[in-house]
C-alpha cells in the first residue's frame, strides 16, 4: 500500500485507489468526478471510477505515466469532448494526473477539476 496526496489523500492499493479529500476543493473534486464520469465515460478515456461516497472516490488502479510524458493527443480528445474540462491552466497538462492502460493507452485519473474548482485556494 502507498500513499500519495495533494488536495486528496490517495490510498494506492493493489487493483484500486481511494481518494479522500482533505479539504474543501478536494470534496468538490471529488463530487465532479462522479458528475464527469456518469456523463462522459462512454466516450473519454477516464480512469474507471467504481463509487463514490460523500466525496471519497474508488478507482481501478493504473500504472502511471513516467518522465514527465504528457499525452498532447489525449488532451486534446479530452478538451474535445468534455467541455468542462476544457479550460486555460486546467489539471490536463499535469503528466501526473494521466495513467496508462494495459493495452497501451493513456488514461485520465484526475478529471474531478472544473474550472470554478481550479479556484479553489490548493491545500498542499
Ligand atoms: N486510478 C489511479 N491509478 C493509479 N494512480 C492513481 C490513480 N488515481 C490517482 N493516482 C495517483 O495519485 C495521484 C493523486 O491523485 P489525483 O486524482 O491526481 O488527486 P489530487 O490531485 O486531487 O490529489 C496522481 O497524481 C497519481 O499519481
Ligand atoms: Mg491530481
Not at 473519454?44 to 502511471?64: F, H, I, R, S, T
Not at 485520465?108 to 481550479?118: A, K, Q, T
Request: aromatic share 14%; glycine share 6%; hydrophobic share 40%.
Amino acid at each position: 500500500m502507498r500513499l500519495k496526496y495533494s488536495t486528496r489523500i490517495v490510498v494506492i492499493l493493489n487493483g484500486v485507489v481511494i481518494k479522500i479529500p482533505i479539504s474543501r476543493k478536494g470534496f468538490l473534486q471529488g463530487l465532479n468526478e462522479k458528475f464527469i464520469w456518469d456523463k462522459y465515460n462512454k466516450i473519454a478515456p477516464l480512469a474507471e471510477l467504481k463509487w463514490m461516497c460523500l466525496g471519497v472516490v474508488c478507482q481501478k488502479k493504473y500504472a502511471n505515466v513516467e518522465f514527465g510524458i504528457v499525452p498532447f493527443y489525449s488532451i486534446r480528445q479530452i478538451k474535445a469532448v468534455i467541455p468542462e474540462l476544457d479550460f486555460k491552466n486546467c489539471d490536463l497538462h499535469n503528466y501526473e494526473n494521466w495513467g496508462w492502460t494495459t493495452d497501451d493507452k493513456f488514461i485520465l485519473l484526475d478529471y474531478g477539476v472544473n474550472e470554478y474548482i481550479s479556484t479553489l485556494y490548493k491545500l498542499k
